[in-house]
């Protein structure tokens, strides 16, 4: 069975902490997502990777980095939390194009006070 | 960029056939349109794409008009276990413009 993991259901962190949540696929695709989830504004692309190293901006990257050393690992970094990204983060992942489906963790849900 | 609309919510009860529809009038050439579906608590779950005309499997068929400006995701005979949030999504051309936008909610009641 496919599968996406991501380390953390819930997170609490404090202003100004550096907050890393991780992402793992174990069906060896090349693409993995990262998007966040807020009521009444559904599901919005933060930073995507097609590739090892590689990383693109997506809808809302301001705030946020992402790091990607292995094909199955995907870390999106908050480089200095604030209380307007608490949030739903949800983790994906696809192979091929664009259209492919993709597949999601569970999501994190990050509280920041 | 194609964006989508949906009806913020509709309401069902058990053994309907449902009807969501999504407007996409900027739709390009190449997009597909993909549908998913969210449980609280979970990652939205792909259910069914297409291009044009109608496809179906085992979950839900799609509808496509000829102008392809819309389409309708139809599941039949709705059950309680299909209360969930569910996703209209046009892609454009590359991961930056797949917008999920804010999704139908559906309530089934017994």
């Known amino acids: 069975d496919v599968k996406v993991t991501q380390s953390s259901r819930y997170l609490v962190k404090r202003t100004g902490e550096k907050v890393f949540l991780e992402c793992v696929q174990d069906m060896d695709h090349e693409n993995m997502f990262w998007y966040r989830q807020d009521p009444g504004l559904g599901l919005r692309l933060i930073y995507f990777s097609y590739d090892v190293k590689m990383k693109e901006k997506g809808d809302i990257p301001e705030g946020y980095s992402v790091s990607r050393e292995k094909k199955e690992r995907f870390s999106l970094i908050l480089e200095s939390a604030s209380t307007n990204q608490t949030s739903m983060y949800l983790c994906a992942s696809s192979s091929g194009t664009a259209y492919n489906e993709q597949f999601f963790g569970p999501g994190t849900r990050l509280t920041v006070l | 960029l194609a964006k989508t609309t949906q009806p913020i919510s509709m309401d069902s009860y058990e053994g309907q056939e449902v009807n969501i529809t999504c407007s996409h009038n900027?739709?390009?050439?190449?997009?597909?349109i993909t549908w998913y579906q969210q449980f609280p608590s979970q990652g939205p779950r792909f259910i069914i794409q297409?291009?044009?005309t109608k496809v179906t499997n085992e979950v839900a068929s799609l509808f496509i008009p000829a102008d392809r400006k819309s389409s309708t995701l139809s599941l039949p005979r709705v059950s309680l276990s299909d209360t969930a949030v569910y996703y209209c999504l046009v892609g454009d051309r590359g991961f930056q413009k797949l917008v999920f936008g804010t999704g139908t909610r559906l309530l089934v009641s017994p």
């Open positions: 297409g291009y044009k």
């Open positions: 900027n739709i390009a050439t190449n997009d597909y």
